[in-house]
């Protein structure tokens, strides 16, 4: 595949500068969450990154990058789950036994790679595409989180708190990809009503929280040999990957996505022909074109009248979280700084 110098580089500079706009003063900890707005409004200062897919190599660097990097925060469920009642109810979903697995999203699995052979213009083309959370500006994940368990920082990253995740696996729903993935055995539903509600505890990209608290970049970006992401201030990476795609005669994907994400592809090659040609399914995203969900009337009206209660229940739960607290440090006990 035809290499190419990027036109700019939103640099680790740019990086810096939008991490000290936002600074560690919006890595919002989880205590304070449910006194907080959960989704603030779009901001074009918010962190975006840009994959430029003409770059990768499919090397898989990245991949291994954020599960080691990520690996303190997997879960460690207890066995057996409880069975659920009533047993229509969403059944037990259980990846501690093939963490090993990469070619999908699962809880142990934040970031995966999908190939798709295409011709395009006369041209074949292999494109190597690193697929996790788009960080969606207006989440449906967190809007609608009926405990507050998922949350959209100002910087523009999402996040989902496993202290408070009951694992009912709403966010997945409504997110348009389907991104969050489950695992059960573990989180606060144990301590609760373990047979009646809830299946354990949603997973997903947080953007490397952690290393963006110290200026450090994630650690997908840091590893790859070939500079595919660059991230940002959103207004920066937006100008880029235009720029990016004038110069390529490219295509751009993420821009409108969901009314707007912080994750923005730019490929030689239309996400038509990608979509089509990608492996799709349960924890392996699509490519289409997606409308803005929080646009819906309904989806509002629900976001708007669960709220309330979520921020109540988050309140309940946070409680509970110090009332219940037990001897499992897969939750409790893990360098997960969300807690302070
Ligand atoms: S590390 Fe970079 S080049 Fe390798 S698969 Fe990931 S994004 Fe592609
Ligand atoms: S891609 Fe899905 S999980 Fe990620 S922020 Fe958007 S709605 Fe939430
Ligand atoms: S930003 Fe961090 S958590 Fe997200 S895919 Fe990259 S390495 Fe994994």
């Not at 960080?135 to 989180?145: E, F, V, W, Y």
């Not at 090659?269 to 819906?296: S, Y």
């Amino acid at each position: 595949m035809k290499k190419r110098k990027p036109e700019t580089t939103v640099s680790r500079r740019g990086f810096l500068k939008a991490f000290s706009m936002g600074g560690a003063g919006m890595l919002i900890p989880s205590a304070a969450i449910a006194a907080q707005e959960r989704v603030p409004a779009p901001s074009d200062g918010e962190l975006a990154t840009l994959h430029d897919l003409s770059k990768c190599i499919g090397c898989g660097e990245c991949v291994s990058a954020c599960r080691e990097s990520n690996a303190v925060k997997y879960p460690e469920p207890k066995k057996p789950f409880p069975e659920m009642l009533p047993s229509r109810r969403a059944k037990p979903e259980d990846w501690s036994e093939k963490r090993d697995v990469e070619d999908r999203l699962t809880p142990y699995n934040w970031l995966m790679l999908q190939t798709a052979e295409v011709t395009y213009r006369g041209e074949d083309h292999e494109i190597f595409i690193p697929r996790r959370c788009m960080h969606c500006q207006n989440p449906p994940c967190a809007n609608t989180c009926p405990f507050g368990a998922a949350s959209k920082q100002k910087n523009g990253i999402t996040r989902f708190y496993d202290t408070f995740c009951m694992g009912g696996g709403k966010c997945r729903t409504v997110c348009p990809w389907h991104i969050p993935q489950r695992q059960s055995g573990v989180g606060l539903y144990l301590n609760l009503m373990p047979r009646l509600a809830g299946n354990g505890v949603m997973y997903k990209c947080d953007r490397c929280y952690q290393r963006l608290d110290k200026g450090e970049l994630p650690a997908c970006i840091s590893i790859c040999p070939e500079d595919v992401q660059t991230i940002g201030p959103r207004y920066e990476i937006v100008a880029q990957a235009k720029s990016l795609a004038r110069e390529m005669n490219g295509f751009i994907y993420g821009l409108e996505e969901n009314g707007g994400t912080n994750t923005i592809y730019v490929s030689p090659v239309p996400f038509e022909l990608l979509n089509k040609a990608v492996d799709k399914g349960k924890g392996k995203p699509h490519f289409k074109r997606v409308g803005d969900a929080m646009a819906d009337e309904g989806n509002l009206a629900a976001a708007a009248l669960v709220a309330p209660i979520a921020g109540i229940a988050a309140g309940f739960l946070g409680l509970g979280a110090k009332l219940f607290k037990t001897d499992d440090k897969s939750q409790s006990g893990k360098e997960d700084s969300h807690e302070s």
